[in-house]
C-alpha cells in the first residue's frame, strides 16, 4: 500500500433497500476516489448523499444491501471484511461525524467517558493515558477549559462545542479519512464557520482526505478542492471547486442559481426545472 | 396607521429564579404593506416575537398593536381574520390524520366562509397546487407541498399580515426557491404585510425591505435591504453576521 | 380489468376525489399493513373464530350446557360424543365452553365501552387544560389506580352480591386510570404541535380542538392498548370466577370452570386444564392482534 493509493477507491456503488412495494436504490453505480484532500458531495434530500457516506463505513442494516464493484478503504476491500475488522476500521481508519451533536451524542455518559471510550475502543491505553490524550485533543478543537469539559454531559454544551466535541471524539484514534455528514447545518452561521475551519486545519496538519457531505453548494465550494454533485442517486457533475462558477450541468446550474444571493438581488429565484433525463443518464465518474 | 407596533416588549419563561428572558425591551413598527424581515442566531427571540403576537406565548409584557387593535391576554375572531402564519416545519404544521380538503374546509368554517368549495380551488391554484392534491393526507405530499398547503390555510381568511416563521429553512434549496417565488408573488397580488423570521441573510434579503437584527432577545439596529446589501452595518454585531454569511460564488 | 380489481385500484390512488375516497383508501391501507403480519392475522383469525362460536352456540353445541348427568360424569375428551369429555357433574365440557365464551366475550365488550372512553376524556382535558384541572384530574386518577382490582371486586360483591355485573363493574373502575395516563401523555405532546397551533390561531377553541384533533391522535394509542388489556381483563374475569365473585354456577364462565376442575386435575385433566386452553388462547390471540394493530395505527410516517 503506497501513499499514492486512493484512501477511497469506490467503483459502481449501489445501495438498494428492499420495500414492500419493490427495490429502491438510494444509490446508483456511483463511482470516485478520494485522496488526501478535501471532497465535497453536494445534492438534495434523496439524492443518496448520506447513503453513499454511510456506505463508506459500511452502515447500512439490512434490509439495505451494498453492492459494489469496488469498495476499498486504503486498500482494504471493505465488502470483503468480517464485522470485527470493520469495527476496527470504523474510527481508526475511518470516521463519521453527523449532523446534531444533540443525537449523535450519547446523553448519559459524560464527555470524558465517550472520548475515552472512543480512543480506548482501538488502542490499548491506559485510562490515564487516554485522558492526556482526550485534553488535547479536546485542546485542538480549541475548546478552553478542557478539564472542566471532560466532566459536562452533551446537554450542558451548546451546539457548536457539542459539534467540536464530536469531531474531537471521531479524530482521536487517529483515521485517515473523515466523512462529515452536514457538520454545520445544525450550527447558527457565526459558529459554522468556526467548526469548518477547525475541520480544515485538522484534516490539514494531519493529511486525511475528508468527504464533506452538505446540501449547501456554496458552503462547499468554499471549503472543498473537489465537488460531486449528486442526484438520483447518481453523480451528475464534478468538477474542482475553483472551476464551480463554470459549471456546465443543468441542475448544477439550477441549484446554484435558486439560492438567493444577498448581493446580487433578483426578482424571482430560478425554479429548478428537473429533467427526467437526467436520473436516466449514467453516473458521472469521479475517480481521479 | 401601521400594521403592527410593538412597545417595550418584554417575553419570560420559567418562573423565579428560572426565569428566561427570551425578549428583552424590544420595540419595532412595521408599516401597512410593508416586508419586515426579523434576523439573528438561535436564541435571539425573533421566533418568540411572532408568537408573541399571535397569542402563542403566555407570559409577556409590553405593548402591541395591530391594524389599531391593542392587543390583550386573549386574542379576538377579528384579530385572527387579519393575522395569519406560516410555521417552519413542513412535516408538523399539518394534522397527520387530515387531509388537505378538511384542514382548508376547516379554517374556512372557522372564519365563516360561505363558498367553501368554491374558494378551495381558487386557495389551491394560488398556492401553485391542482385540484389533485384535495384529498390527499400530508404522509402523501412532500415538504414543499406541504407548506404550501399551510400556506394557503393562512390565506384562507384573506388576512392583511402575515406573521412568517422561518417558512423554509426546512425544505431542499431548489423547492425552497419555489416557495420563495410564490410569497412574492401572494404579497403582490393580494397585498399582504408580511413579517418573516429567518436567520438565513440571503432569503430575508430577497423578501424584506426593512430588516430588523436581534440578538439574545435584544433589538441590535433596524436597517434597510439596501444598506444591508451594500454591507453597510451601524452595529458591529450586524457587521459580524453580514460577513459569516456564505456568499455566493457567482 | 375486473370489478375487484378496479376497486382496488380505486383505492390505492394517489390522488383520491373525494372526502370518501380519501378515507376509504386510508382504512384499505391501513387493511394491507395489517394483513403483512402473520401473527396479528393468526389472532384477528382465532379471535373471528371464537366470536362466530359464541354467536353460534346454540349451533354448535352438541349438548345442553346446563344439563346434569351424574351417569356420565368426569368422561374422557372424545368419550360418547362428548367432543372435550363432561365434567364433574356431567355436564358436556365442549357445549360449556361455547357458552362460557358469550359470557367472556360480554365482560369484554362491556369494559371496552367504559374504561377507555372515561380514560380518554379524562385524560385529553387534564392534558389540554393544563392547571389545577390537570392536578384535580390526575389525583382523581392516581385514587382509581391505587385500587387493587380484585380487592375491589372482593368489596363489592360483599356490599352488592356476587354476579358479572359487579365483577364488570370492579374491572371498569380499576381499568380507566392507565388509558387517562396515556391519553394525557399523548396530549402534552400533541398540544405543543404546529397544527394545533395553527389551528387555535384559526379561531378553534378547546372543545373542537380536544374532540376533533387530539381525540384522533390518541385514538390509536388506546386501541393499542385495549386490545393488549384484553387478556388481562379476561384473565381478571377468570380470577374472579374462579373465587367465586363472577359469574355465579352453574353459569359456564371459564374461570369458574377452572375453579371446578381444580380438584379433579391429577385424575381427570381435562376438566381444568381446556378450559385453562380457552383463557390462553383468546388472550394470546387479543395480544397478537394488539402488536399487530400498533403496526397499523402508529402514524410513524417513512419520510
Partial sequence: MTDDAPLLDVENLWVRFRTRTGMFDAVRGLSFTLGRERLGIVGESGSGKSMTGRAMLRLIRPPGMIEADRLEVHGEDILALPEKRMRALRGGRISMIMQDPKFSLNPVMTVGQQLIEALRAHERVSPSVARERALATLDEVAIREPERVLGLYPHEVSGGMGQRIMIAMMLLPDPEILVADEPTSALDVSVQLQVLEIIDKLVRDRGMGLMFISHDLNLVARFCDRIMIMYAGRIVETCKASDLARARHPYTLGLLNSVPDLEHPRDRLEVLQRDPAWREAPSVSART | MSALEIENLDVWFGTGAERTRAVRDVSLSVATGESFGLVGESGSGKST??????????????????????????????????????????????????????????????????????????????????AGFRFRFPHQLSGGQRQRVAIARALACKPQILLLDEPTSALDVSVQAEILNLLVDLRREHGLTYVMVSHDLGIVGHLSERIAVMKEGALVEVLGVDEMRRLEAQSPYTRHLLESSIRSIR | MSTLQSVRHWLLTEEPTSRRQARLAAWYKAWLTLRGNTLAMLGLAVLIFLILAAIFAPLLA???????????????????????????????IYSRLLYGA??????????????????????????YAGGWLDVVLMRITDIFLAFPRLILALAFVAALGAGIENAVLAISLTAWPPYARIARAETLTIRNSDYIHAIRLQGAGPLRIVTRHIWPLCISSLVIRVTLDMAGIILTAAGLGFLGLGAQPPSPEWGAMISEGRQYILDSWWVATIPGLAIFSISLAFNLLGDGLRDMLDPKEDT
Fill in chain 3, 102 to 127: 358469550r359470557i367472556s366475550l360480554y365482560i369484554v365488550a362491556l369494559v371496552v365501552m367504559v374504561a377507555p372512553l372515561v380514560g380518554l376524556i379524562m385524560g385529553t382535558v387534564a392534558g
Fill in chain 3, 62 to 92: 352438541t349438548h345442553d350446557p346446563f344439563a346434569q348427568d351424574l351417569g356420565a360424569r368426569l368422561l374422557e375428551p372424545g368419550e360418547d360424543g362428548h367432543i372435550f369429555g363432561t365434567d364433574s357433574l356431567g355436564r358436556d
Fill in chain 2, 49 to 130: 416575537i411572532l408568537r408573541a403576537v399571535a397569542g402563542l406565548v403566555p407570559t409577556w409584557s409590553g405593548r402591541m398593536t395591530v391594524a389599531g387593535e391593542t392587543l390583550g391576554k386573549t386574542r379576538s375572531k377579528a384579530f385572527y381574520s387579519k393575522v395569519q402564519m406560516v410555521f417552519q416545519d413542513p412535516y408538523g404544521s399539518l394534522h397527520p390524520r387530515q387531509t388537505v380538503d378538511r384542514v382548508l374546509s376547516e379554517a374556512m368554517q372557522l372564519h365563516g366562509v360561505r363558498d367553501i368549495d368554491a374558494r378551495m380551488g381558487r386557495l389551491l391554484d394560488d398556492v401553485g397546487l391542482g
